[in-house]
């Protein structure tokens, strides 16, 4: 196999989940939750840390709006996807983001496993797990 070639392509499905999560949190972050979720496949699983398994759009959309008073703490986001693995229609990619409050402090630092389900040419979430390293510091 070629080794530059592979690597090109690792780069190129980082930078596109890269993308695809850079846009989610913009969105997010203006309060678009819905559009956010085009960014999700109709049959997306999300596993938050300490709470049940949520399947779908709708069931996510719910979780979202009951984080909105969270959601109004949060001045940036900084993420930073370090891996892809995979190839074809389902890719992963293992991130680290750091989320900071209005008044500069680090609310808290998370780490996820996302895996990308490519549909209509575009990486969408298909199933995401997350954790923090702390306790909320809000």
């Avoid at 780069?11 to 846009?23: P, T």
Wanted: aromatic share 8%.
């Amino acid at each position: 196999m070629n080794m530059s070639r592979f690597t090109s392509c690792f780069s190129e499905i980082l930078e596109d989940v890269n993308d695809a999560h850079e846009k989610i949190i913009k969105l997010l972050a203006e309060g678009k939750n819905k559009e956010a979720l085009e960014s999700y496949t109709d049959d997306c699983v999300i596993m938050p840390p300490g709470r049940e398994v949520l399947q779908g759009k709708d069931a996510f959309l719910k979780f979202i709006e009951a984080s909105v008073e969270l959601q109004s703490k949060v001045d940036k986001t900084e993420n930073v996807e370090e891996a892809a693995f995979g190839e074809g229609d389902l890719v992963t990619s293992r991130s680290k983001e750091i989320v900071y409050g209005k008044d500069g402090s680090v609310i808290f630092k998370r780490k996820a496993l996302t895996v990308w389900k490519k549909v209509d040419g575009k990486y969408l979430v298909h199933n995401v797990i997350w954790n923090t390293d702390a306790p909320l510091n809000v």
